[in-house]
C-alpha cells in the first residue's frame, strides 16, 4: 500500500509531504516529495504517529483491555504500556496472564510491566503475592517491557533484600524500572535512584520535578481522572517562585525560566488511571491538546506521547519512519488533534465514525470468596453511654485524608453512627475466603441513610462500605458478593449496583454501558445525601494504606504517619 500525505516527523520536529509505503505492517518507504498545494496529497488532513500512554492500569477504567482498545483508538491511542498492578492484587501471575491474552484478541499494542508491589504492604490481605521469582517469571516474557512502579521506596531505601532482588532482575534483563516515588527527595532519592528506577509519575509541583531531571529521572505529567498534575507542573510562573537557589540550576534554570523551553524538563504525558466517563470524552489526544493551552509546544507535546516513550520502553512505533510498525493516525490539525482516522500496523481500526474490529469476552472467574454479611458484622461495641473515636476524615477525589475525632453515643452495647457530625460507619471485608472485617468511623460522605459498597479498593481490593446503618451496610457488601464483585447502593427504598466480575475490577460490557450505570449510581447516591462528585473513587482509596494520614484495611484502622495499626476507640 502506497500514499501520499502531510506528516508530522517527530524525529525532525517538522512538517511534510511524503510518499508512504506500508508492506506487512511496516514502513518500508518514507519520502519527501513536492507538491504544489495542500490538496495535492492523497490523505486529506496531517499523518501523526499513533499516540502512546506510556503509564496506565487498564483496571481502573473498569472495563476488559478488548474494550479499552475499543475506545481508545477513537482518541488515536493505538499503544499502551500497562502496569496490571489492581488485577495481580487479585489473581497474580494469573490474572497478569490473564490480561495479556485478552490484550492479544484485538488490533491493539498492549505493552506491560511487571507489578512490583504485590502487595503494597504486609498490613492488609491480597488475593496474590508476587516475590522475585514471580517477577523473573514474568519479566522474561516479550509482552513484558518493564519493571512497573516501584512504590515500596522505603524498602528501596532501607535496602530491602527482596525489594533489591527485583530491581536487579529487571536489571538484569535489561528492562527499565518505573518508579513512584512521591515527595522523595536529597538523599533518600538518591539512594532510590541508584537501583535505576529511571521514571516518576507522582510530581505534583516544578520543584520537585526539578530535582528529579537533574538526577536523572525521566519525568511523567499525569493527566488522568484520579490525579491531574498537568496545570500545576505546567505552571512555570509559579515554578519560578518556588526555587530557593535558581543560580544552581545552571543552564536548565534559563531554559526553562528565561526562554520559556519547557521540553528539558518533562517527557512523558500519562494517565495513570482513567475512568469510564473521562474515557468517552477523550484520552491523550484531548491531553496533548490541555498541554498546548497550558504553554507547551505543540511539536513537544506530540513528541511526549510518540517518540519519546517509544524510545525509552524500547519500541518499534511512535514514529512515521522506515522500519517501524504502522501506527499513526489523521488528525484534522496539529493543535486540535480531532482524530479522522486511526491505523495499527497499517490497517485501518478507526474510520471517524465506526470501531472496526470485534472484541471478545475476558473470560472470568468468580474471585469473591466471602460469606453473606449480618448487621451484626458491622457493630462496634462499647460498655459505656459514650465513647470518643479516631476517624477518617476524607476529601472530594483526594488520596490523602485527615485524623479527626468524634464523641458517639452507645446504644445497647453499640457504638452509632451521627448524620448530624457527618460521622459515618466504614469498614473493610476480606473477600479471599479469611471472612475477616475491620470496622471504623468516616466523616466526609454527608450520607443520609443507606450504603455503598464496593469491590474497587486499592490496592488489595477487598470489599469496602460506607454506610448510616450496619443493616444497610450488609446489604450493600452481600449485593457485591452476589454479583461477584462491582459496586452496589442500597437504601431502605431501592437496591441497585455495576456488576464488576473480572476480578471484582471491570466488566465485558462496553465503556458507554459502564458509564452510564456508573452515572445512574452516583446519582442514586446523591440522593442519599452524599455530597461528594466522586463517592465510589474516593471510598477506593480509602484503604490504600501507603498514602497518609489516616486508612483502614481489613485488618485494622491505619496510621499512615506512623505506618501501624490504631485504635477505633480511643482509650
Known amino acids: 500500500m502506497s500514499f501520499t500525505a502531510f506528516i508530522f516527523d517527530v524525529v525532525s520536529d517538522t512538517i511534510y509531504p511524503a510518499r508512504i509505503t506500508v508492506e506487512n505492517g511496516i514502513f518500508t518507504e518514507v519520502t519527501p516529495i513536492s507538491v504544489n498545494s495542500l490538496t495535492d496529497v492523497d490523505v486529506k488532513g496531517l499523518m501523526v504517529p499513533g499516540f502512546i500512554d506510556s503509564h496506565i492500569h487498564i483496571e481502573s477504567s473498569m472495563i476488559s483491555p478488548a474494550q479499552f482498545a475499543k475506545i481508545a483508538v477513537r482518541h488515536g491511542t493505538t499503544a499502551v504500556v500497562c502496569d496490571p498492578h489492581e488485577i495481580a492484587n487479585v489473581l497474580g501471575i494469573e490474572g497478569v496472564e490473564a490480561m495479556i491474552e485478552n490484550a492479544k484478541q484485538v488490533p491493539f499494542n498492549f505493552y506491560f510491566a511487571a507489578p512490583s508491589c504485590v502487595p503494597a504492604t504486609p498490613f492488609e490481605t491480597s488475593g496474590a503475592v508476587l516475590d522475585s521469582s514471580d517477577i523473573e517469571y514474568l519479566i522474561k516474557k516479550d509482552e513484558i517491557v518493564a519493571l512497573g512502579e516501584m512504590m515500596n521506596f522505603p524498602g528501596v531505601i532501607n535496602g530491602d533484600e527482596e525489594v533489591l532482588r527485583k530491581l536487579e532482575i529487571a536489571r538484569q534483563y535489561g528492562k527499565p524500572i518505573d518508579g513512584h516515588a512521591p515527595g522523595l527527595s536529597n538523599q533518600d532519592l538518591d539512594k532510590y535512584l541508584a537501583q535505576g528506577i529511571s521514571t516518576d509519575h507522582e510530581c505534583s509541583t516544578v520543584t520537585e520535578a526539578l530535582e528529579k531531571k537533574m538526577k536523572g529521572m525521566k519525568i511523567m505529567v499525569r493527566d488522568g481522572s484520579s490525579a491531574m498534575d498537568m496545570e500545576g507542573l505546567f505552571d512555570i510562573d509559579e ?253 431502605e427504598d431501592f437496591t441497585d449496583s455495576l456488576p464488576l466480575p473480572i476480578a471484582g475490577l471491570m466488566s465485558n460490557e462496553d465503556v458507554y454501558d459502564v458509564a452510564e450505570k456508573l452515572s445512574e449510581l452516583h446519582d442514586l447516591t446523591a440522593a442519599l445525601g452524599c455530597t461528594l462528585k466522586s463517592p465510589f473513587m474516593t471510598m477506593a482509596f480509602m484503604a490504600l494504606l501507603v498514602i497518609p494520614s489516616i486508612k483502614i484495611s481489613d485488618k485494622g484502622l491505619f496510621d499512615g504517619d506512623e505506618f501501624e495499626f490504631m485504635d477505633v476507640i480511643i482509650n
Open 239 to 491: 515554578g519560578q517562585r518556588e526555587i530557593e537557589n535558581p543560580e544552581s540550576l545552571g543552564p536548565l534554570y534559563k531554559d526553562i525560566f528565561e526562554r520559556r523551553i519547557y521540553s528539558p524538563l518533562f517527557d512523558f504525558i500519562v494517565s495513570d488511571d482513567k475512568h469510564p466517563s473521562d474515557l468517552i470524552e477523550g484520552h491523550l489526544n484531548l491531553s496533548v491538546r490541555k498541554a498546548v493551552d497550558l504553554g507547551i509546544d505543540v511539536l513537544k507535546a506530540i513528541n511526549m506521547v510518540t517518540i519519546n516513550p517509544a524510545y525509552h520502553y524500547c519500541l518499534n512505533c511512535g514514529a512515521i519512519v522506515e522500519g517501524a510498525q504502522a501506527d499513526y493516525i489523521i488528525v484534522d490539525s496539529i493543535y486540535d488533534c480531532n482524530v479522522l482516522a486511526t491505523y495499527i500496523g497499517g490497517e485501518c481500526v478507526y474510520d471517524g465514525e465506526n470501531v472496526l474490529f470485534d472484541v471478545p469476552d475476558f473470560n472470568a472467574k468468580n474471585t469473591i470468596n466471602a460469606s453473606k454479611k449480618t448487621a451484626s458484622d458491622f457493630d462496634i461495641h462499647y460498655d459505656g453511654e459514650e465513647c470518643e473515636v479516631n476517624v477518617i476524615e476524607c476529601s472530594d477525589g483526594d488520596l490523602l485524608t485527615k485524623k479527626a475525632t468524634a464523641k458517639l453515643k452507645v446504644k445497647n452495647g453499640v457504638v452509632q453512627s451521627d448524620i448530624v457530625q457527618d460521622v459515618l460507619k466504614i469498614a473493610v471485608v476480606e473477600r479471599y475466603g479469611g471472612n475477616t472485617i475491620s470496622n471504623g468511623f468516616i466523616k466526609g460522605f454527608c450520607l443520609r441513610k443507606g450504603a455503598i459498597a464496593s469491590s474497587v479498593a486499592h490496592d488489595s481490593h477487598n470489599i469496602i462500605v460506607v454506610g448510616y446503618n450496619s443493616e444497610m451496610m450488609a446489604q450493600a457488601v452481600n449485593q457485591v458478593i452476589d454479583d461477584h464483585g462491582g459496586i452496589s447502593v442500597v437504601s
